[in-house]
């Protein structure tokens, strides 16, 4: 009986009305049931979706509710939800298959981690008023990009290959939730072509930085991975960043399945102010920022279920390539204009790495050595440190 536990906030599956029950939501520039998905996710009667918790056994019936409509459960002799959940011993990963016509024996994986921090001791700027972490953008927004994907090729027909949805729970415990499945795959992880992952969607980093995002990860499926990628982002109007799996940083579920060998891509924005605090709630989405990503992974997906250039796992490839300190270069190039934003000791260390980086640039790729990767890894990691420390602001006022 237990997934059986409905709250009012659930109305919104049904009606654009806010959780708070007295007025009407409105909004722009986005899919509605993409805005509908993050805004239940995201509600305050989820609690925060922490594992193990009652708003994660919620968020589990919204799931079920949403994905029950287009795709069969992974477990098909289990009745109702049980039938797309995996449980262990600190979580359940929600799982779902849609099958698919000619290669139907071959995956496409979809996934995003739907737990968070709820009240938990690292959620931050806990009030009397607000202590729930509701982690709209990390990451109701990403397990939103999920469902709307699949929703859409669903929509067109029996896919060529099968996909296999996964929304982990446990992530924000260190990726338990997809290590266990990897260590207990209800498929085989050997019929995966590519696992592409979300985790940070629709947010912002800087004003100057609103158009960027950044895809991980293309070169662990050689250079099929890398040209499919490269195609997909000229799908959207973002500014899609493509770097190597390192700038990662292994804190998201990609890095799991890339460590088992399977092809890995990792959509995300990376962390800034409202990162694991209060106030990364609703209205620090920015929708139609998350509508653009949604289009270039659509793009991706729909190549990976059709193509005969499948993805092939590159366990070679190098840390980070000379075409890292390219991809970074208009970034940080762009965030100078918001220097000033930066702690002073902040500023003059992000000056340099621009210094650094264009220096690396305009020595080519043959130039690019050890001594390069290294500044190339520390900057960036510098850099997202920094904009975390940063006050939380969606910077949309101005969208």
Known sequence: MRHKVITACMATIFTIVGCSGDSETTFSGADSSVFLIVETLAADEMGGRD???????????????????????????AQGIEGYLQHYDVGTNFLAVVPGGELADEYVM?????????????????????????????????????????????????????????LWDGEEDGLVGSQYYVENPVIPLGKMIAYVN????????????????????????????????????????LDTVMLSLIFGQGRSDHAVL??????????????????????????????????????????????????????????????????????????????????????????VTAEQFLVDLQAIVDAGPEAFDTAAVGTVLVGASFLVATLRTLECDPFLADG
């Not at 589990?60 to 287009?70: G, H, T, V, W």
């Open 51 to 77: 594992n193990l918790s009652p708003g994660s056994l919620l968020a589990q019936s919204f799931l079920y509710e949403e994905l029950a409509k287009i795709a069969q459960p992974i477990f098909p002799a």
């Open 110 to 166: 979809i996934g995003a981690h739907y737990d968070g921090h709820g009240s938990d001791d690292v959620c931050e700027g806990k009030t009397a008023e607000d202590d729930i972490c509701n982690g709209a953008s990390d990451n109701a927004a990403g397990v939103a990009a999920v469902i709307d994907i699949v929703r859409s090729i669903v929509a067109d027909g029996v896919p060529r290959r099968s996909i296999i949805v996964t």
């Open 198 to 237: 979300f985790d940070i969607q629709g947010a912002n980093l800087l004003p100057s930085l609103r158009n960027y995002t950044v895809l991980v990860g293309a070169e662990t499926g050689g250079a099929n991975l890398i040209e499919a990628s490269d195609q997909a982002r000229e799908s959207s109007s």
């Open 258 to 347: 890339a460590r088992s060998g399977v092809p890995a891509v990792f959509f995300t924005d990376a962390n800034n102010g409202c990162y694991h605090t209060v106030k990364d709630d609703i209205d620090a989405v920015d929708f139609p920022k998350l509508e653009q990503q949604i289009r270039t992974a659509n793009a991706l997906i729909r190549r990976l279920v059709v193509t005969d250039d499948v993805p092939v796992f590159d366990d070679e490839a190098p840390l980070s390539v000379y075409e890292d300190a390219e991809e970074l270069l208009p970034i940080v190039e762009a965030a100078q204009s918001d220097i000033g934003r930066f702690p002073p000791e902040a500023q």
